[in-house]
């Protein structure tokens, strides 16, 4: 019998199989920052354990940090403590880091595929549920706890059960100004934030084959919204050509070796998945969370649910706690909804391509008055890049506050978050209570979404601006 | 880890589906570096409620936590496993869990159970009714047993000999150093390297 992508890159990878027990899995690459590794590294030195692999790790600062100032102390000391921590560990053990001020410091899921490490058919280990970003490559790539750091910084393996296999096939094309986002948005509230728990997921049809890797990447990052660990996408020429030439990409004989081994990591004809959604994708559009956890969906020409309108008891209170949280009333249209802030940046949609999508719909307009946008790219790389396109301006020009690399307002570690009560059109991935900060409301969009609503002020998609004046000088 | 057997104690009914683990542990917590002291950060959020079940004077000392489905969606963060740990649980009980939160709890030995979801109402049922009410959290013969309750779960063998003994995952997996550097040895010349070693 065939198998799935998912199982010959599990196939390839294990260590040692035995009866009764969980395969051991071998790892190769280990991504670390500063905030699930500290007590790790305190679990080697007490056991007098070395890091096992160097060669397949790296660190970088992200969650903490600040996005302004960034050549100034950083005013927290705890958030200091922690980055400077993980700079001493690195030191310590000798791994390799790009801590805050390095042209390659970044979020960690930005900054893995950019620097050509995550490849195809390898095994991508994290700290961070949104490990599952790097899926996008045709790798195995799931987050994990911190003991699972420490025991992967010692043994560069995990014992692991393999879980079923679910296709996401999505065939069709994506309606104009419908994004991966509104894809993905779509699925997470078709299959529920606990449709994925046990499953790897595959991405497939026509609809997948013709996204960017950024688009690419931007669904498997929020395969764990979906309750799966890691989500997966075949390689093929996209994925070869985005890293041929990056700076941990193969070369000469062993990029071949590396192609001829990748176009074999697709899922056979005769495969048979534990599970299949079969998506239309000239039935999506563009697509807003309205709760507080990412399956509490809907196309943005809906209106607000009624709680009553459950039949399930548990989803029917898990909606009337959201409607309380988020300030919304059953029935209320959504595009009638007025946001504060609006933050175009994270692991899900902080890469260039998101930037110039939203730079583009911003060119000559204005963000509405009394409206915060900000636009926080996903590393330095990402920040170069658009500064060479002259995005910056754009984004300054229309009044947005263009801020340094990192994970920013995605959770608040760092000091941008919402206020109590304030709303958000975010680009992010969790519209969880409190995620964004402490009372914060927030609206999960594309980056698309997130610049007409930053312009118009409410929520509101890219159609709604042409329907608007005119910008001026176009 | 701590070894778990057997657990006997009173229950916290906690009637919300999609916990996740920012609820459980906001993330201006996960600043510490230790793996202690994050108990005061537990539900955090909800405990600014005098009604919160937590703070109900008949809560307190109570050591399983019964939930709705989908409890320890979101972040990997293992600090929410900490949390409840630190807090005096030693169990939860729910209709599902997200994967890596359950993973990250029989690593600490914080026993998750998956009950199916009727037994989870009777339970909710009970120790609504009466907070004094025990609840049984029975390792070794895999089961739940509260007044008028006798439920079975499962766990896989190899997670349930790792809790009953208190074993520590990495030592276990380094028995095996022949296997991992046979693997090392045979691994392509084009996989990424982060640094020339």
Known sequence: ?474 | MEAFTTHTGRAVPLRRSNVDTDQIIPAHWLKKVTRDGFEDGLFEAWRKDSEFVLNRPERQGATVLVAGPDFGTGSSREHAVWALQNYGFQAVISSRFADIFRGNSLKNGLLTVVLPQETVDALWELTEADPTAEVTVDLERRKVLAAGIDADFELDENARWRLLNGLDDISLTLQNEADIAAYEAARPSFKPRTITV
């Open chain 1, 1 to 474: 019998m065939g198998r799935t992508l998912a199982e010959k890159v599990w196939d390839d990878h294990v260590v040692r199989r035995a009866e009764g027990e969980p395969d051991l899995l071998f790892i190769d690459l280990h991504l670390l920052h500063e905030v699930t590794s500290p007590q790790a590294f305190d679990g080697l030195r007490q056991n007098g354990r070395q890091v096992r692999r160097l060669d397949l790790t790296i660190a970088t600062e992200d969650h903490n940090t600040p996005t302004l100032d960034i050549d100034k102390p950083i005013a927290d000391p705890v958030s200091r403590a922690q980055l400077e921590t993980l700079r001493k560990n690195c030191a310590e053990f000798g791994v390799r880091l790009h801590p805050l001020g390095d042209v390659e410091q970044g979020v960690v899921h930005v900054v893995g595929p950019q620097l050509g490490l995550t490849q195809p058919g390898t095994t991508v280990v994290c700290g961070d549920s949104h490990t599952s970003t790097h899926g996008a490559f045709g790798a195995l790539a799931f987050g994990i706890g911190t003991s699972q750091v420490e025991h992967v910084l010692a043994t560069q393996t995990l014992p692991l059960a393999r879980p079923k296999t679910m296709a996401i096939t999505v065939d069709g094309e994506l309606p104009e100004d419908v994004t991966a986002k509104d894809l993905i948005l779509a699925i997470i509230a078709k299959i529920g934030t606990g449709g994925g728990q046990g499953y790897i997921l595959e991405y497939r049809g026509s609809a997948i084959e013709k996204l960017s890797m950024e688009a690419r990447m931007t669904i498997c990052n929020m395969s764990i919204e979906a309750g799966a660990r890691a989500g997966m996408i075949a390689p093929d020429e996209t994925t070869f050509a985005y890293l041929e030439g990056r700076a941990h990409a193969p070369e000469g004989e062993d990029w071949d070796a590396a192609v001829a081994y990748w176009k074999t990591l697709r899922s056979d004809e005769d495969a048979v998945f534990d599970a299949e959604v079969v998506i239309d994708a000239a039935t999506l559009a563009p697509f807003v969370t309205w709760g507080t956890n990412p399956g509490q969906g809907a196309p943005l020409s809906a209106n607000v649910p009624d709680p009553a309108s459950y039949e399930d008891a548990s989803e029917r209170l898990a909606a009337e706690k959201a409607l309380e949280y988020m300030g919304l009333t059953a029935g209320q249209p959504l595009r009638d909804i007025k946001v504060d802030t609006v933050f175009v940046g994270s692991c899900t949609n902080g890469r260039i391509e998101d930037l110039r999508n939203a730079a583009d719909l911003l060119q000559g307009r204005k963000v509405a008055d009394g409206v915060r946008m900000l636009v926080v790219p996903g590393s330095v790389r990402v920040a170069l890049q658009a500064v060479e396109e002259g995005l910056d301006k754009v984004f300054k020009e229309a009044g947005a506050e263009w801020r340094h690399a990192g994970c920013s307002m995605c959770l608040g570690m760092n000091p941008d978050q919402l206020a109590p009560g304030e709303r958000s059109a975010s680009t992010s991935n969790r519209n969880f209570e409190g995620r964004q900060g402490k009372g914060g409301r927030t609206h999960l969009v594309s980056p698309q979404v997130a610049a007409a609503t930053a312009v118009l002020g409410h929520l509101a998609s890219p159609a709604d601006l042409s329907d608007a004046a005119t910008p001026a000088g176009v």
